[in-house]
């Protein structure tokens, strides 16, 4: 099976300017996640989805991101405006499970995102 | 609020070296548990899981970890590590609803 897709792969921007990627995971997986890795530490949770509904979103700034899974599919994330703690892989996983399995995740490639 | 401590940051062995990482969670409610590995220039993949029954799980090639409830920790292990096994490796917990937190990463360096 395809795995899940994330565009760009990198990405380089000024601060202050706005910057979108894009996610599509596997097909009829429900649950979508995106998580911001800065170097050096684990991924950090920014949203959760469980097919067009968010589950999660504590911890994602709103000033300045947003996220929308229109259709329950691919996903887009955004920053506007980006400022330079950005920097950061940001990655998309998706998982076949809804509640009370077990949320194994499946990882894409993750975009890279350079603020200067 | 879920958390996930590795405490590790680096460990370098010789091939064939045994491995432990260590992975202690907080967490009050029912929880499952996973190891991530990413290889240089690949994706995050799972390694193994715990979501219910036997706490000591087997995953792929040859890793295992063990669930102990009482000491929040799910401590992952191989015999005897390769070369091929030079990778991030990276604790997480989910809970009922998905909801997941990652560790930090321990870097494994084996030498040839």
């Known amino acids: 099976e395809a795995g899940v897709a994330q565009s760009p792969r990198y990405k380089i921007i000024e601060k202050r300017q706005s910057v979108a990627f894009w996610c599509n995971p596997i097909s009829g997986h429900a649950t979508l996640y995106w998580y911001q890795q800065i170097l050096g530490q684990g991924p950090k949770l920014l949203i959760q989805?469980?097919?067009?509904?968010?589950?999660?979103d504590s911890q994602l700034p709103k000033d300045r991101f947003s996220a929308e899974r229109l259709k329950g599919v691919d996903s887009t994330l955004k920053i506007q405006p980006a400022k330079l703690e950005d920097s950061a892989v940001y990655l998309c996983?998706?998982?076949?499970?809804?509640?009370?399995?077990?949320?194994?995740?499946?990882f894409g490639p993750g975009t890279r995102l350079t603020v200067t | 609020a879920q958390s996930v401590s590795q405490h590790n940051h680096h460990v370098i062995l010789s091939e064939a070296a045994s491995l432990e990482l260590g992975c202690n969670y907080s967490y009050g409610g029912t929880v499952n548990l996973f190891w991530y590995v990413q290889y240089p220039g690949q994706h995050l993949q799972l390694l193994l899981k715990y979501f219910s029954g036997d706490p000591l799980v087997k995953g792929i090639k040859g890793f295992e970890a063990e669930f102990i409830k009482s000491k929040f920790s799910f401590n992952l292990r191989k015999p005897s590590v390769q070369w091929s096994d030079t990778a991030e490796y990276f604790c997480a917990v989910s809970d009922y609803a998905g909801k997941s937190t990652f560790g930090d990463g321990t870097t494994l360096t084996v030498k040839p």
């Open positions: 996983a998706s998982s076949p499970e809804t509640s009370g399995s077990s949320y194994e995740q499946y």
């Open positions: 989805f469980q097919n067009n509904g968010v589950v999660d």
